[in-house]
């Protein structure tokens, strides 16, 4: 057994409420070709209360089990986390999903290939894609299924036939992502708290880019997630839609120069209205949210210029440890081929 403190990998599971999940979950995780010696798991838990914490100590006693004292959400609640692991890497896992046998070694793999790599995630599976079923932790896919970031600065989705290269991303995603613990120290902090929900993945890739690193998508690290699509225009989606369109006029903010992001502005405020292409919503459910993502942007754009005060000291560090010439970001983002 190697001593914790030189542990290749830990992974981290934030759990909340998410006793239905457990059983799937942790044992894919721990049913990895990785030597189960080299790595180690965490479920942290957001004040849960269906039993999730008890449940785990319970039927799986290699877990090292947190428990906070309250629900502090995805970015708070992970990188309180981060302080209790010992891995070289940290891998951090949403705790509805279900991973391939080699999911951890293919991210380490491609963290060790090149030192340039800083942060890595996986080839994910949704409900609808269609080689989602049967589940199996043993066969590889056909198809990589590629996140990365549009020209209009939303998360886009693009399927290829398969392939072993690793794929260059700007956007990490949080459900499933590797992290290097060498560059925690350059990033003051892992995900930024004061987004509260949604886009804080976004800005971790943005901000590893930054110092000059370079983040990818490895399609052999395959992963069943099991989000259901959100095919509805209720209320709560709608109010879902605001938080996050304010947050990426937010994360652009904090990781562009005023002239890069004045000029990116136009592109942020149509990305609402061509979001709509991703959701395969019907023609009259396209059209409603058209007209109504106007609205919608306009109103999330005037949060975020109110919130912009509480982002300049944040943005200024992550400006003065830029590593990458002016308008970098910009000309990636128009050149997006997702």
């Not at 942060?119 to 198809?143: D, F, G, I, V, Y």
């Not at 992963?223 to 709560?236: G, K, R």
Request: positive net charge; glycine residues 4%.
């Amino acid at each position: 057994m190697k001593r914790a403190d030189m542990l290749d990998a830990t992974v981290i599971v934030l759990g909340y409420n998410g006793l239905s999940y457990i059983d799937k979950c942790l044992s894919s995780i721990l049913d990895q070709d990785f030597p189960i010696s080299n790595y180690e798991v965490i479920w942290a838990d957001n004040c849960s209360t269906d039993g999730s914490a008890e449940y785990v100590t319970r039927c799986f006693p290699s877990v090292r089990v947190l428990r906070f004292d309250q629900n502090y959400g995805f970015a708070e609640g992970n990188n309180r986390a981060v302080d209790y692991a010992n891995g070289k890497y940290i891998v951090f896992l949403n705790q509805d999903t279900i991973v391939h046998r080699k999911w951890l070694s293919e991210l380490v793999h491609a963290a060790e290939s090149n030192s340039r790599i800083k942060a890595c995630h996986s080839n994910m599976l949704m409900p609808w894609h269609s080689e989602r079923l049967p589940e199996t932790q043993e066969a590889m896919l056909q198809c990589v299924h590629i996140a990365d970031l549009t020209r209009f600065g939303y998360v886009g989705y693009r399927q290829v036939p398969f392939t072993n290269e690793y794929v260059r991303t700007l956007f990490v995603s949080g459900a499933s992502v590797l992290i290097a613990r060498e560059v925690f120290k350059d990033l003051d902090y892992v995900f930024d708290p004061d987004l509260s929900a949604y886009c804080e993945d976004t800005d971790l890739g943005l901000r590893i880019n930054s110092l000059g690193y370079e983040t990818v998508l490895v399609p052999t690290s395959i992963l069943y997630h099991n989000q259901e699509p959100q095919d509805s225009l209720a209320l709560a989606v709608l109010r879902k839609a605001n938080l996050i369109v304010k947050n990426r006029f937010l994360v652009f903010f904090k990781n562009m120069y005023i002239s890069e992001y004045v000029l990116f502005l136009p592109f942020l405020l149509l990305g609402a209205p061509f979001k709509m292409r991703e959701f395969g919503w019907e023609g009259h459910k396209k059209i409603i949210y058209a007209f109504g993502s106007i609205p919608l942007t306009l109103c999330s754009f005037a949060r975020a210029l109110l919130e912009f005060p509480r982002y300049f000291d944040k943005r200024r560090k992550i400006l003065s440890k830029r590593k990458r010439e002016k308008f970098w970001l910009l000309r990636r983002l128009v050149r997006s081929s997702v």
